[in-house]
């Protein structure tokens, strides 16, 4: 990345860029290949690694203490063999469905829409699209299956 713009600069950068550049750019800041995740998560990701570059990263005792929070928060990740793992406390999904964004906050109790608590996004995306959906798969956590599914339950 071009050392002579600001960090701002470079932060700002990231939503012009496409899709291509940002997976290059992410093997150059983190030595490997981008995982497959939403644009914006991408982007959000991207842009923490750009400032943590740039200003430091976490203090060894404030990485500890998020650790000791999130086991006090109750959150436990899905199990290794699990298709899908639930995203980090505190991740913003968004989904545009009918020319309206739907923004799902991952909390240590489920998940947050439009100031109300639920357990599944599948129940969230059947709110929102009035049929029964794959949470996961609405949301973009999770691909289609090879079976020709279309997202619906």
Known sequence: MNDDKTLAA?????????TEELRKLWKE???????ELDLRILRQRLSN???ELALG??????SDRLKQASK??????K??????????LGTVITKEYNGEIHEVIVTPQG??????????????????TGSSWSGPL?????SKSKGGEHGQA
């Open 111 to 128: 998940f947050e829409y439009r100031g109300e608590m639920y357990k599944s996004l599948t129940r969230i995306a059947t709110m929102i």
């Open 79 to 88: 199990a290794q063999n699990s298709r899908l793992v639930k995203p980090p």
């Open 57 to 62: 990263g976490l203090s060894e005792k404030s």
């Open 10 to 18: 470079r932060v700002v950068a990231l939503q012009s860029m496409k």
């Open 29 to 35: 800041l983190y030595g490997k290949d981008a995982p």
């Open 72 to 77: 006090k928060s109750g959150h436990k990740p």
């Open 138 to 142: 609405f949301f973009g956590l999770k």
């Open 49 to 51: 690694r750009i400032q």
